[in-house]
């Protein structure tokens, strides 16, 4: 055989050992289609989705990879009962095509979520069932309330004096849903993604508040600089005033519809224009006069904020009048505090002493911030009168939270 017939059979023998193109199915389901395998196109359910674990997708109606409903709400069965089971990682809703992110749970971080499920049901009236469940399609809020069950995990640590700070896995988890959710807003929004972006945001406010990795008072702020990341809760009131608007929580059909009478009256609040509202002990602090006005006196809202907490019972004082300090406290005030000015910071200790009555995650931060505001006016005004003279009145108050926390957790024990 010549050279042309050799190259010939060579071409014909190469062509022989290539593979045959595969064909895909133009009716094969939307699953099969996003991985890439071939459908068998069996109905209501092809074998591939069946062995993966989704549900399958043959109409647009049906979300790609959603997992089917009783594995959807695995970790709510029984109210989320923390008696969880030891096996397998259990995947949640992962590989959307948008996110492209997989979370894994496995039984510790079930266990967690739990701890945090029942801790928000029995102390808010925070949408938690129905937030858990819109997690599962949106890495980014799953990655949050993992921040935060493990945050929670953290704060209960605390209360029986084995404070550490933060977690390498709250911090990933944070960091990750911070990540993912500035994509999210960077590439616009839909309808569908208002409640999950209202729900992180409302766990990333909470998250701000718990970043404090570290426990001893003498190093913590005031005593560390106040350019520290301690202080970006000072920060999120406009940000989280701005995803208010973008996602309008409070809109009927929302998850958060039930909660509308209270944002109302969060938003609701305004100091008023008398000092007659104020104890006459921080009129005194605050260097506050008859003709003193909000727009006057940067302490103004502050110190009467805290005198309306003052007429309440320890744990009775509602949600609304302790967030008020956050919300509504003029930038002019936050400015004093971020400068350590000590009026100020004594403001902030007094509404930590009453607040975290109240708020689990502000006596996560008192218990550490409070004693080192407490100690930092000791060490450089202990010659201002007024300031010693209420910073015994928080002694007493810190004394009487101490033998109560002794107490409980002896009954714990």
């Known amino acids: 055989m010549g050279p042309n017939g050799t190259d010939v059979a060579r071409t014909v023998a190469h062509s022989s050992m290539q593979k045959t193109p595969v064909r895909r199915s133009r009716k094969g389901c939307g699953n099969c289609k996003l991985r890439k395998v071939k459908c068998d196109q069996a109905k209501p359910q092809c074998q591939r989705c069946l062995s993966y674990g989704v549900v399958c997708n043959y109409g647009k109606d049906v979300r ?118 500035n994509r999210k807003l960077c590439h616009g929004i839909s309808p569908a993604d208002r409640d999950p972006i209202w729900a992180t945001a409302s766990f990333l406010s909470i998250l701000s508040f718990l970043a404090l990795d570290e426990c001893d008072p003498s190093k913590a702020w005031p005593f560390k600089p106040s350019e520290s990341d301690d202080m970006n809760w000072l920060r999120l009131g406009d940000t989280k005033w701005k995803l208010f608007q973008l996602t309008k929580p409070d809109r009927p059909g929302s998850i958060f519809y039930p909660m509308s009478g209270i944002y109302q009256k969060m938003r609701a609040y305004r100091a008023s224009s008398t000092i007659n509202n104020i104890s006459p002990e921080l009129q005194f602090l605050c260097r506050l006069g008859e003709c003193s006005q909000p727009e006057s006196s940067p302490y103004f809202e502050a110190a009467e904020i805290i005198t309306r907490l003052g007429k309440w019972r320890g744990s009775e004082i509602p949600f609304t009048e302790a967030m008020a300090f956050i919300i509504y406290t003029s930038p002019s005030f936050k400015s004093l505090l971020l400068m350590k000015d000590p009026i100020a910071l004594v403001l902030l200790a ?44 928080i002694s007493m108050e810190r004394h009487h939270k101490r033998i109560y926390s002794i107490k409980k957790t002896a009954l714990v024990d």
Not at 374 to 390: A, E, F, K, P
């Open 64 to 181: 790609d990879l959603r997992l089917p409903k009783e594995s959807q709400h695995l970790w709510l069965a029984q109210e989320m009962s923390p008696i969880l089971p030891s096996k397998d990682p259990i995947s949640t809703e992962a590989g959307l095509k948008k996110h492209n992110v997989t979370s894994q749970m496995d039984a510790s971080s079930l266990r967690l979520l739990s701890q945090l499920y029942h801790k928000m049901k029995s102390t808010s009236v925070f949408p938690v069932a129905d937030t858990f469940h819109l997690a599962q399609g949106y890495p980014f809020l799953m990655d949050a309330a993992l921040a935060l069950s493990a945050a929670y995990d953290r704060s209960l640590s605390m209360a029986r004096r084995c404070g550490q700070g933060r977690t390498m896995s709250e911090i990933a988890h944070a960091f990750r849903c911070t990540a993912a959710l």
């Open 350 to 393: 007094l509404w930590y002493s009453k607040a975290r009555k109240t708020i689990w995650w502000v006596d996560l931060r008192a218990a550490t911030e409070l004693e080192a505001i407490c100690m930092y006016l000791r060490q450089y005004y202990s010659n201002d009168l007024v300031i010693m003279g209420t910073l015994r009145y």
